[in-house]
Nanobody, 124 residues
Framework: QVQLVESGGGLVQPGGSLRLSCAAS????????IGWFRQAPGKGREGVSC????????YYSDSVKGRFTISGDNAKNTVYLQMNGLEPEDTAVYSC?????????????????WGQGTQVTVSS
């Protein structure tokens, strides 16, 4: 049974930083991708970033490129999303998702498993 557990959300001032973690368990091998999505109140789910655990290739949305960095630790089966230069527009529930056959990284339906989500609030 695959499980994803997120941590690291919270309240931060504009310009601040947070690091989210997504711990994955239950995969038989490292051939999967982890994506981070966010959903703000009244808005649709947006793909933020993705990392392919088997080769380390990463993807970012234009809205976070240059501010967010995704990384993975295969030994711990954990993915991190380092978020710098946070803006009020980044406020949302952030969820990680995992998939074994992800072709379009920013499409939620490409992922098979989801975490419970963690709130990120950027406000002064």
């Amino acid at each position: 049974q695959v499980q994803l557990v997120e941590s690291g959300g919270g309240l931060v001032q504009p310009g601040g930083s947070l690091r989210l973690s997504c711990a994955a368990s239950g995969f038989a091998d490292g051939y999967y991708a982890i994506g981070w999505f966010r959903q703000a109140p009244g808005k649709g789910r947006e793909g933020v970033s993705c990392i392919r655990m088997f080769d380390g290739i990463t993807y970012y949305s234009d809205s976070v490129k240059g501010r967010f960095t995704i990384s993975g630790d295969n030994a711990k089966n954990t993915v991190y999303l380092q978020m710098n230069g946070l803006e009020p527009e980044d406020t949302a529930v952030y969820s990680c998702a995992a998939g074994t056959a992800v072709l379009s990284w920013s499409t939620p339906s490409e992922y098979d498993y989801w975490g419970q989500g963690t709130q990120v609030t950027v406000s002064s």
